[in-house]
């Protein structure tokens, strides 16, 4: 089995008193390799080192009237201005820098060779640019799987209960299947039909199909395929739909604020409560199965006497406080709801836009050091009111 290297060699076997050496020391240099930041490039949009705020405008469409032929003419200099448009801003007002301290001396003492310590600089260097990669896509991930419109159908339930019945097994998931299939088929054509009810401003508008991202949650959607679709479903493109974006289940949940945060407490956790009401402490554990939480935010906290790094998806510690000054304020924290299914967003609805990105590098002739920054700025992610961002849920 795997044993971990304690700085101590092996005695000899012929002469004990001399020790075998190490034949070859190797760094693994592959880390985040399978990250999939797909959501980060389409989501994407670039910012300027001028200025700070983009702004997006929306309108709605105009009326139709009766037209009175000769009666019009004395309506001539009549004025039928457009309503006010909408204006929403997206702001550059996030910066984060990634740290490194590295040097050419002492460290190399810990190698055999220069092979060796070149390919571990290189991969610790390499993690400038990773952590940024990850820091990203984990954002966006999180904010993807969280974000709630607030038009009147933002939210799309669709009845899998009724549909399956007493069904069992197999034809259980075959049933569970058509129905997340069919709820999907009927919601995209409702979005192409002219309505105002898929944006916050209600303006009148259809959406094509190819305008739509289907955002799923993994495991609802390898049920789906994983068994066979109705036929109706193969044609105009659809499927394509069913295979779009994938994000794990761990991204999908509701933001717990200071307004819902009694909803998701009890003095004794149950399954979906898991804050304690009293303390306001997360208490993992069976009872919470179905209600993780998770941060939004990366993050150092303190939960009795060890501190703790958490990047955006990971799971709080047993003991984390979810309260005004504590280690997370309302916002800041997420609990996984397992009922969603996927997200429909406009492929323009989500804004995430990037600034500069400076790599700078200080050398430090006292101690020998070298200190490399990545630094960057970005907007955090929002979404226009404009355009749908509808959530999935099965019932």
């Known amino acids: 089995m795997p044993q971990a290297f304690t700085g101590t060699l092996n005695s000899n076997e012929v002469f004990s008193a001399i020790y075998n050496m190490i034949i070859s020391q190797a760094f693994y240099a592959d880390r985040l390799s399978g990250l999939d930041s797909g959501l980060v490039a389409k989501f994407k949009t670039d910012g ?19 037209w009175g032929n000769y009666s019009e ?18 702001v550059l007002d996030q910066f984060r820098q990634v740290r490194l301290t590295l040097d050419n001396y002492l460290s190399k003492r810990a190698w055999g060779d ?50 399956v019945g007493t069904a069992t097994g197999e034809e259980k998931n075959r049933i569970t299947a058509q129905a997340i299939a069919k709820g999907l088929a009927d919601l995209l054509v409702d979005m192409g039909d002219a309505t105002r009810d898929y944006n916050e401003y209600q303006y009148m508008d259809a959406f094509p199909t190819s ?39 761990r991204y999908f949940g509701t933001v717990i604020t200071s307004s819902n945060i009694s909803t998701y407490s ?28 998770r941060s939004l935010v990366e993050k150092d906290y303190t939960v009795s ?35 969603v299914i996927c997200k429909v967003i406009h492929k323009d609805a989500i804004k995430f836009m990037s600034a500069f990105e ?26 226009l009111k404009s355009l749908p961002v509808i959530k999935v849920v099965q019932a």
């Open 48 to 66: 300027t080192l001028y200025g700070d705020t983009k702004l997006f405008y929306a309108s709605d469409i105009l009326k139709t009237y009766a």
């Open 73 to 90: 003419a004395a309506n001539l200099l009549a004025n039928d201005k457009p309503a006010d448009p909408s204006c929403q801003k997206i």
């Open 114 to 163: 220069e092979y060796a310590f070149s390919n571990f600089r290189s991969v610790m260097m390499s993690y400038l640019s990773k952590t940024k990669k990850l820091y990203e896509t984990l954002l966006i991930n999180t904010y993807t799987g969280t974000v709630v419109s607030t038009a009147p159908k933002a939210v799309k339930s669709i009845d899998v209960t009724t549909a």
């Open 211 to 249: 305008d739509l991202l289907v955002v799923w949650n993994a495991e609802k959607v390898n049920e789906i395929t994983k068994f066979d679709l109705p036929t109706i479903f193969h044609k105009e493109g659809l499927m394509d739909k069913f295979t779009e974006e994938k994000l794990p289940a």
């Open 266 to 293: 009890a003095t004794t956790p149950a399954a979906g409560k898991p804050i304690n009401s009293s303390t306001g402490a997360y208490t993992p554990g069976t009872n919470n199965a179905n209600g993780t939480v």
């Open 305 to 339: 006497g060890t501190t703790y790094h958490c990047f955006p998806g990971d799971e709080l510690q047993a003991g984390a406080t979810i309260v005004a000054s504590g280690n997370f304020e309302p916002g800041e924290v997420y609990i996984v709801d397992s009922s």
């Open 358 to 383: 400076v790599s700078t590098e200080f050398f430090n002739p006292r101690s020998l050091s070298s200190n490399y920054y990545l630094t960057w700025g970005y907007s955090h992610p929002d979404y």
